[in-house]
Nanobody, 122 residues
Framework: QVLLVESGGGLVQAGESLRLRCVAFGDTAVTIAMAWFRQAPGKERELVAAIAWDGSMTDYADSVKGRFTASRDNAVNTMYLEMNKLKPEDTAVYYC???????????????WGRGTQVTVSS
C-alpha cells in the first residue's frame, strides 16, 4: 500500500509556470512506475506524463511535449511535474499515480492521489 499526496497546484496566467509535487508514503515497491494524469471538467482523464523508477524512461502526451517535464527523486519518494508555458487548456485536476511495473503508457497504475487543481487564465 502507498499513499500519494499531490501539491503545487494553483491559479496562474497563460505563459507562466508551475511545479507539481507528488510524495509517496508507504511501500515504495509499488512506485516503480509513476505518472501524472489530468482531468478537465466534462472530459475523460488523460495521461500527461509517465516516468520509470530511475527516470531513464518517460512518456508524454503530445499536447505537453516540450512544455512539461516529469522527474523524480527516489531519495525523498517524490515525483515532480515542471509545467512551463501553461495554456488555458491545461486547466484540470492533476492526479499522481503509481504502479509496480513499468510498461510506458500501457502501465497499470494501481494507486492514485486525490489530485491538485491547476487553473490557467487567459
Amino acid at each position: 500500500q502507498v499513499l500519494l499526496v499531490e501539491s503545487g497546484g494553483g491559479l496562474v496566467q497563460a505563459g507562466e509556470s508551475l511545479r507539481l509535487r507528488c510524495v509517496a508514503f508507504g511501500d515504495t515497491a509499488v512506485t516503480i512506475a509513476m505518472a501524472w494524469f489530468r482531468q478537465a471538467p466534462g472530459k475523460e482523464r488523460e495521461l500527461v506524463a509517465a516516468i520509470a523508477w530511475d527516470g531513464s524512461m518517460t512518456d508524454y502526451a503530445d499536447s505537453v511535449k516540450g512544455r512539461f517535464t516529469a522527474s523524480r527523486d527516489n531519495a525523498v519518494n517524490t515525483m515532480y511535474l515542471e509545467m512551463n508555458k501553461l495554456k488555458p487548456e491545461d486547466t484540470a485536476v492533476y492526479y499522481c499515480a503509481s504502479g509496480r511495473l513499468w510498461a510506458g503508457t500501457r502501465t497499470t497504475f494501481e494507486y492514485w492521489g486525490r489530485g491538485t487543481q491547476v487553473t490557467v487564465s487567459s
